[in-house]
């Protein structure tokens, strides 16, 4: 009897891993269908057409001219600045897969006043009551110094969406903000409860996107 429910539970154990492992491994896909893959430039638009909104671009804003703030284009004609994805832990291969830590950078010049490109949740403004996503981020070297500059990307309802959440997997022990990340008033980024939902398409996808849009 005791063999047969240790049985049991190590099975249970074993298809409870395999389904883990399978949810950590599923890609991240463009509008094509192709798996989203460090070094490619990419826009991240709204998944709704229209109203939606367009790109991620940088504003200058609350902090004048450097950290920018990230917000989103108002027109969904207007696709913003193209943005990679880089790994922050060793991995076998260049995909990016739902659910892990990555840095989120605009592959644009650098700011004016010579900071990266990296996305990172700034201070609490305490005028708004939010945290909002700027740049002036750290890529690469995943720890305690390094928690601000990491987001995830999770699938949303549809085919295709997905949302970005800052949430680190890299300490158990620090302290974990574990929002959603999405829009205030005037289209600037920040944690919110309500998600931005998103679609990414490569930069040499352009014109298909305007198809889709065309055809909706």
């Known amino acids: 009897m005791k063999s047969s429910f240790l049985a049991l539970s190590i099975l249970f154990l074993a298809l409870s891993t395999k389904s883990s492992l399978g949810e950590q491994a599923e890609p991240l896909l463009d509008i094509r269908g192709d798996k989203v893959v460090v070094g490619t430039e990419y826009y991240i ?20 001219s450097c950290p920018m703030d990230v917000f989103q284009e108002g027109r969904d004609t207007r696709y913003g600045i193209p943005l990679t994805f880089l790994h922050v832990s060793n991995q076998d ?6 659910s892990t830590d990555v840095n989120i950078k605009f592959t644009s010049s650098p700011l004016p006043c010579n900071q990266p490109t990296v ?9 708004t009551g939010l945290r909002y996503i700027t740049t002036n981020g750290v890529a690469g070297n995943a720890g305690t110094e390094t928690l601000q500059s990491l987001f995830k990307f999770e699938k949303y309802e549809q085919t295709y969406a997905y949302k970005i959440v800052h949430c680190h997997s890299v300490c158990e022990s620090c302290v974990k903000l574990c929002s959603n990340v999405g829009r205030d008033g005037v289209r600037r980024l920040a944690l ?13 996808d352009t014109d298909l996107l305007i198809k889709q849009k065309n055809e909706v």
């Open 45 to 64: 638009v709204s998944f709704i057409w229209g109203a939606g909104g367009g790109g991620l671009n940088l504003r200058a804003g609350r902090n004048a």
């Open 93 to 98: 291969d260049n995909v990016i897969y739902e």
């Open 119 to 127: 996305w990172k949740v700034d201070k609490y403004d305490e005028s």
């Open 192 to 204: 919110e409860e309500t998600p931005f939902v998103l679609l990414f398409i490569k930069v040499s």
